[in-house]
């Protein structure tokens, strides 16, 4: 069955890059939308974005000017780069699989704090 | 942006009761939604995809329905792992937002 597993670090320093990985193993990237959401400690959910297997991205305006997605489909890849970070951005992130126009697959989540 | 709002933010509830948990859309957006449920520590779990079909593996006591701007989730008997919070999503446009949520406690 299809899995992701998140990598990336935990900590990050404000203002520097966030960077996060998300490896899809028992099936392929292609042909799907790959997502990613966030939860502030204490909060709700947060659509971040979204890229399909192509490299079409879709992000969420409030974060848009910030973040950047790709894929290495090689690698069966899915990535999301936020610059600029600031404690704002202190959440656990989340990918997840979109099948159809749910997210039916999620990976198991990366707790990321930004602090000095 | 399309809001979603829940209702309740939050209930009481005892195991096997009835469960009702609204979302109310700002516009309509067909059945273009969704209901998953978030433990602590845990990752989101999609339960109903298109307003009202169940995703696989989700038992049968969780229904959903809906069209338009008005959707319900029901728990039809509440057992002890569904404690948790609920969130609705809309994938009609973007952004795809969330619901606030809903936690469902233990009375």
């Known amino acids: 069955q299809v899995q992701l597993q998140q990598s990336g670090p935990g900590l990050v320093k404000p203002s520097e890059t966030l960077s996060l990985t998300c490896t899809v193993s028992?099936?392929?990237?292609?042909?799907?939308?790959w997502g990613w959401v966030r939860q502030p400690a204490g909060k709700g959910l947060e659509w971040i974005g979204r890229?399909?297997?192509?490299?079409?991205?879709d992000y969420n305006p409030s974060l848009k000017s910030r973040i950047t997605m790709s894929v290495d489909t090689s690698k069966n890849q899915v990535s999301l780069k936020m610059t600029s970070v600031s404690a704002a951005d202190t959440a656990v992130y989340y990918c997840?699989?979109?099948?159809?126009?749910?997210?039916?697959?999620w990976g198991q989540g990366t707790t990321v704090a930004v602090s000095s | 942006d399309i809001q979603l709002t829940q209702s309740p933010s939050s209930l009481s509830a005892s195991v096997g009761d009835r469960v009702t948990i609204s979302c109310r859309a700002s516009?309509?957006?067909?059945?273009?939604f969704h209901w998953y449920q978030h433990k602590p520590g845990q990752a989101p779990k999609l339960l109903i995809y298109?307003?009202?079909s169940l995703q696989r593996g989700v038992p049968s006591r969780f229904t959903g329905s809906g069209s338009g701007t008005d959707f319900t989730l029901t728990i039809s008997s509440l057992e002890p792992e569904d404690f948790a919070t609920y969130y609705c999503?809309?994938?009609?446009?973007?952004?795809?937002?969330f619901g606030q949520g809903t936690r469902v406690e233990i009375k």
């Open positions: 997840a699989r979109v099948g159809g126009y749910a997210m039916d697959i």
């Open positions: 028992g099936g392929s990237i292609s042909s799907f939308y």
């Open positions: 890229i399909y297997s192509s490299g079409i991205t």
């Open positions: 516009q309509s957006i067909s059945n273009f």
């Open positions: 298109a307003a009202s």
């Open positions: 999503q809309q994938s009609y446009s973007s952004p795809r937002t």
